[in-house]
């Protein structure tokens, strides 16, 4: 299976280069029926788009999506959807600089060794460009497991260098640059910003994703499991490295006895798994966490190596995100929903669109 | 491809219930020539083997490895290789009782609501009794590694509740029964261990595996990534909550001029990313990190449900590990082991036997 | 992937060598609810099994399947369901004398070439040993087209060397050991393979298959169709040269007029497409057609290379088919189920239980 | 995996509707470094082009191919490689009368069966002229086979209705408008289609195809198996009913003392097998020949069906082949070289590039 493709029956392939002539995605395996239309994909790209606001990168681009294929009169009809946007504001000038440097902390190293050879404008297939594809992927995800099951996959950001949200607010999320939970906030997180990108550094940032009214059954052990696969999922976007379910690095402190969930006829009474258990939902409401490391494109100047072997100067001026974390939060939440519609066509196919099984435990909201 | 299954050219798939018959693996894809014998699965078997001291699981199981096929005097062939182990020591009794309980913390209730249906036998298909195939199926990607490449991978515990290590001495690891890399602090672990059986509960730990001699290239972006499937190798194993790569969670704080990882000519010169960038081998020792939840079968009566949704008291009287993630240890390393083996063959199909990329930067070995 | 597994939702892995300690095969995705015992395995193995008569090897495996695992209580619970059956009757000895022999029209070629090491022991992973596996896999897959949606899959024999049936009765053919379709012809058959033994020589074969109540709908285009599903599934089986569907080579002749099946009030007014159309079902019987080469175990002395590449006398006197199509009957039988059942869960995943479509058009019976 | 996705180290993912705005492909696992331009397309597309020659369709498309990705400098990155055509030849009105029409012997119904819901315009995703798109992926196979390899490809059309070749000259397939192999015939091939034309009606056709230089050892046991993937490739393409490699269905009436292809010092003195034993190349000419049914799209008109269940009267009056066999030639071709590329990487995984086995028997070329 090509290794640039992801999920099992809900199959996303994407290609493209952050300066190439365009990036695309073809989604297959997804139900006829659906309705579709250029517009569904704005939001969600505009959430993620560069230039949204001064502390994010100045990079403009339309982000305009072309259906190519698979939609019929404005529904899908089973076969390949195709999704095209074709790179605008490209400045390759910006980069043509560093095409024989290796900029620390950047995969131009491991490129050039796994391939011998890379495209190095905008850090070509490596760029965090690639997904734009994923957010509009997972907008066709979100529709359908909105309308079939009432899921909403919500993400926020938790943590941006030493700074945590003083209170939580999911309805204060969407209405400040940072997705950040508590809005009295903003402004310390502007003033910081500021000072950041002043410095000519960068910060690394916490993304939590919830999902919610996920029925219980989805997902497939062992190695199909659900939290296997949003691991997989969420490990894959750039500059991740660490993943959380439930508790996460939470339970090594834990005591079994304050670690299950108890089951009560009200529902469960706590929800320290993440809505998780041997790799099967629970009905409770999905949770997880990703950790964004600080991009290592930055103004502040670093020897490093060339592709001879020679020490050189790099001093990265284009223009990057000094918290790429910020922008990852609907690429988090284009992730969780593939995995879940992909993981929802997976028990229809195994165990069919079942009935009700007893007990059905209410699912517990607020864990 | 079967759920069951793990990797793309060398795929694990593995079979069995805890207290059926036989639990057992087919390896496919590996190359001929490979010297194995059952011999060689004793060593790892015996490290995650239940009943080893007695701060884990009283089960005994003789684990002996029959191999049933793909070897011819000795050798493997390049077919199939399929390892089979009788399960002997399974005391069903112990479980009957529980048969329609939902233990919380468990899988009963995910596995009923999924399939309608589960064998309650020692937790069946769910049990951690799988993971004794991915150990028997590492120690092939082990040896085919150390022989191929001088490829190393150990892991350690690297905390217990709120224990972490005073010192770190690799040297140390093996020689007592906590995979502990501080000798000065086991006969404090036993007392905290001997506390935690006498209070029956069960706590949480923290497993660090490394990778060194592992060559640059490794790994194939976008969603083949080395670091993605270590992230669904790794959460694929029982009772585990969370996955890092390097740094992990501590990027989160980090700023981008003190993360990256600088070239030069004697190599990098720190390890924040852990060997990894883009999704790719750096060359540099790989480090990840993984958090296992506290087992959730106590002696602690709770009050629960039944499959009739009324109230039971449910109390775990079976074998069981007050700390699952002590043995969890060669789990890990055999999870790494595998996901490296697959990836070297990935990278071998697209890119050949590639001869020497300039410049080769020498690894940093401590990072 | 394993190459050593088939089948995209239903995944059945098989493994073992001829004249290993034993053969077996892992199927997975297979669902919930589905009542197996090992008794459901004799009538198909007994089938194909050799020994059945004198027209078939002499060599006598019990063929007794042992369950491994995924059935509880006689019931499949969804997790991966392993098959076992012991080699019992391997005499060695007549092979040990050809190990280091190419005999023409084998694998022993093209396996050293390919893995440089083969086990030459009854022809090791190359025999037809293997497709035991398939057909006991198949039972599960016969049973629940059947129970599911009233499938029956049934072949024949259509051909033996220059001999075809005189006439068609279904009911004839499990009445005589030819799986031949005119009773008539019985003793002719007998005689024909009688000489043919005595003169140590081979001949090919023809088996067709039918598969009826094939609901409308089942198939995955492009690269998912039916059709090549089945064509893949059916060039896998040991000795098979072509496969067709339909009318298959007969359409080359054929005019577009006399070609395209009439869509009638009254169901399809023929069956030249053999029931698909597009790589999608079309609710007609499943047509398709099998040319199985003679075997080149013969006991007629030919010259041919060892591996020292040495020209030696090869002369096979081990226990074999003067005509391998005759047990492979039940093994087409097998594939097809296996290939139908994998579509109907696949085309659930996509479209759901879905219910009538208009028009339903009734399917043309005796095409 | 997507159904719309083939091969599984090279792996094609198409999409696209005849008549949408743009058909194209990811190709997904090339090995970097192959020099890639849009005119290397031209060649293939055009011998596959509709309204090359009077006895094909009318439909005219420039077909030019836009790499979106994965080629930098002109040379492939090791990224995946998008390629992209426009549609610009619709004419949708010829189609919009049989929208709600069910066409005999078209996918028209199978997939109205299956999703619900079709897309019309001519055929939608059922139409042929999806194979464009392997056409292009297979100038990359081709490319690579050649230059590693030395492989070359060749079609050419074996029989058209009852015409079969009088002579065989393979220089003279490329040199007359119907891949024929006896240019003494091409007058009375072109009285044949004009009559076939002016009557309204259609007719099948045969495709052989040959390999030649092909390494012994490609081709994967037991369901990778080279000839296993070559029936699913070829039965893919649209129109076709049956598939043969070597002798095909001629073995069904050969003795096996015939079959058997001997191993001499001299190499292969036959070859039935077309190069495949035990699923794995034998370093002979790889052959395998293809049947094409009749065009169901015909001026004749018949009664059919309509969505509400009606009878109707049919007639295509689109631009449609009256032997769809003919330009199935460069696509029949495009498969090979597309399986042939896929097992070179997966044996090149598995095997490495394995230095000569002795005894290395010469390839017999006329086979």
């Known amino acids: 299976m090509s290794s640039n493709s992801f999920g099992k029956l809900l199959t996303v392939t994407t290609f493209g280069e952050s300066h190439g002539p365009a990036i695309g995605c073809v989604v297959d395996g997804c139900p006829p029926g659906i309705a579709i239309a250029p517009d569904d994909f704005r939001h969600d790209l505009e959430r993620r788009a560069t230039g949204r606001t001064r502390h994010t990168s100045q990079r403009h681009e339309a982000d305009e999506v072309e259906i190519l294929s698979g939609v019929y009169e404005g529904v899908t009809t089973g076969t390949p959807i195709a999704l095209l946007i074709r790179n605008t504001d490209q400045r390759s000038k910006d980069y043509a600089k560093i095409a024989e440097q290796f900029r620390p902390g950047h995969a131009d190293y491991t490129y050039w060794q796994k391939y011998g050879i890379r495209d190095p404008r905008g850090g070509g297939r490596s760029s965090a460009r690639e997904t734009t594809m994923r957010v509009a992927a997972g907008v066709i995800a979100k529709k359908w497991l909105a309308d079939?099951?009432?899921?909403?996959?919500?993400?926020?950001?938790?943590?941006?260098?030493?700074?945590?949200?003083?209170?939580?607010?999911?309805?204060?999320?969407?209405?400040?640059?940072?997705?950040?939970?508590?809005?009295?906030?903003?402004?310390?997180?502007?003033?910081?910003?500021?000072?950041?990108?002043?410095?000519?550094?960068?910060?690394?940032?916490?993304?939590?994703?919830?999902?919610?009214?996920?029925?219980?059954?989805?997902g497939e052990p062992i190695y199909g499991k659900l939290d296997g696969e949003l691991a997989s999922a969420l490990m894959s976007i750039n500059a991740v490295k660490g993943v959380e379910i439930g508790d996460g690095f939470g339970v090594v402190a834990q005591?079994?006895?304050?670690?299950?969930?108890?089951?009560?006829?009200?529902?469960?009474?706590?929800?320290?798994?993440?809505?998780?258990?041997?790799?099967?939902?629970?009905?409770?409401?999905?949770?997880?966490?990703?950790?964004?490391?600080?991009?290592?494109?930055?103004?502040?100047?670093?020897?490093?190596?060339?592709?001879?072997?020679?020490?050189?100067?790099?001093?990265?001026?284009?223009?990057?995100?000094?918290?790429?974390?910020?922008r990852a939060t609907p690429i988090c939440e284009a992730m969780v929903a593939l995995v879940l519609m992909d993981q929802a066509l997976r028990h229809r196919a195994q165990c069919g669109d079942v009935g009700e099984v007893t007990p059905r435990i209410p699912a517990q909201r607020d864990g």
């Not at 002043?198 to 059954?217: E, F, L």
């Not at 502040?300 to 910020?326: A, F, K, M, N, Q």
Request: aromatic share 6%; glycine share 12%; proline share 7%.
């Open 255 to 326: 005591k079994g006895s304050e670690h299950r969930d108890q089951l009560t006829p009200q529902g469960f009474a706590s929800n320290h798994a993440g809505g998780i258990l041997g790799g099967i939902s629970t009905g409770q409401p999905l949770r997880c966490s990703v950790a964004f490391k600080p991009t290592s494109s930055l103004r502040l100047p670093i020897d490093s190596l060339d592709t001879h072997g020679d020490v050189v100067e790099v001093i990265t001026t284009g223009r990057h995100d000094p918290c790429v974390g910020i």
């Open 148 to 218: 079939r099951f009432g899921v909403q996959v919500q993400g926020w950001l938790s943590q941006i260098g030493e700074i945590v949200p003083h209170g939580f607010d999911l309805s204060a999320v969407e209405n400040n640059p940072f997705f950040w939970p508590d809005t009295r906030q903003v402004t310390e997180l502007e003033l910081y910003m500021d000072a950041l990108r002043k410095s000519g550094d960068s910060v690394g940032a916490r993304v939590d994703v919830i999902a919610t009214n996920v029925p219980p059954g989805w």
